[in-house]
């Protein structure tokens, strides 16, 4: 059973960075599209990025030319680098396996203007 851990959140002044990881635990992660989503404050569950097991990625075009998207197979980790951060990008961010879950327990992220 695979279990995601995230980590990295934290308070930033805007125009700041933040690096956010996640790390798998268990077997057959290496196989699946990894993904970051985020949730603010009544707002819904969004995409922000996915990274497939080759690479390849994609991201929302809220945060296209700010936040990188990458992973380690053979450590089971993604990360996600956010640069030029904005206090629109506030939320609890996730990690996800595709398609079938499961959800870390998300980081929070906070940018201060």
């Known amino acids: 059973q695979v279990q995601l851990v995230e980590s990295g959140g934290g308070l930033v002044q805007a125009g700041g960075s933040l690096r956010l990881s996640c790390a798998a635990s268990?077997?057959?992660?290496?196989?699946?599209?990894m993904a970051w989503y985020r949730q603010a404050p009544g707002k819904v569950r969004e995409l922000v990025a996915t990274?497939?097991?080759?690479?390849?990625?994609n991201y929302a075009d809220a945060v296209k030319g700010r936040f990188t998207i990458s992973r380690d197979n053979a450590k089971n980790t993604v990360f996600l680098q956010m640069n030029s951060l904005k206090p629109e990008d506030t939320a609890v961010y996730y990690c996800?396996?595709?398609?079938?879950?499961?959800w870390g327990q998300g980081t929070q992220v906070t940018v201060s203007s």
């Open positions: 996800y396996r595709h398609p079938l879950g499961p």
């Open positions: 268990g077997s057959g992660l290496s196989i699946n599209v």
């Open positions: 990274v497939t097991h080759g690479g390849t990625t």
